[in-house]
């Protein structure tokens, strides 16, 4: 990851593998940009331990009807990124946010996303990009896709077991109008195998 920073020409950046806190091996780097903006990034990886897997069932004890060992990962990832900026300030129209990350950081960047927009960050000023996203939390579909969301993007194969989890455990595939189920926020795009 550090190398991929260095060739896109990053030179402040940080890398976290030690799965301490909060349990997801992420990167995150900033550079100027020639319109006086700072582009930060945020890439965090999937599942790779015994301990991250644990953390991917932990659905029970939900926080604001969120799964909470995603949420668990994406506050600590948030914590992370102010300490990294140097600010609690994310909604400076400075900083143009990137975020991408693939099964369980995709759930981290997803949920880190939403927590941005909504505490104040422009939707223009922040795109997350999520490869196989787990569901994240139960809401309903005006809340998942509602407008300010609108820059955040879950690619996932409708193949992949993990994209569904953890509806297809724990729903009947039932879906009644109004009606909250687990969902990821933004907008989903979905492939086939064919």
Not at 9 to 20: A, H, I, K
Not at 125 to 135: K, L, S
Request: proline residues 2%; aromatic residues 12%; glycine residues 8%.
């Amino acid at each position: 990851m550090k190398q991929s920073f260095i060739n896109m020409g990053f030179t402040d950046y940080v890398t976290d593998y030690t799965l301490l806190d909060p349990w997801l091996a992420y990167g995150i780097a900033k550079k100027d940009l020639e319109d006086g903006s700072t582009l930060v990034l945020i890439v965090a990886r999937g599942t790779d331990s015994g301990r991250e897997f644990i953390s991917n069932l932990n659905v029970h004890g939900l926080t604001n009807n969120r799964h909470k060992g995603f949420s668990d990962a994406a506050n600590s990832l948030q914590n992370s990124l102010a300490d990294f900026l140097g600010t609690n300030n994310f909604n400076d129209t400075k900083f143009k946010y990137v975020l991408t990350g693939h099964s369980r950081g995709a759930a981290a960047t997803n949920l880190l996303a939403a927590n941005l927009i909504d505490s104040g960050v422009q939707t223009n000023n922040i795109v997350a990009y999520n490869f196989a996203c787990p569901d994240v939390e139960k809401m309903i579909d005006d809340k998942a896709e509602a407008l300010q969301y609108s820059s955040i993007f879950n690619i996932g194969n409708c193949n992949d077991f993990v994209t569904w989890v953890p509806s297809i455990v724990f729903e009947d595939g039932n879906r009644s109008d109004g009606e909250a189920y687990w969902n990821k926020y933004g907008k989903s795009y979905w492939y086939s195998e064919n």
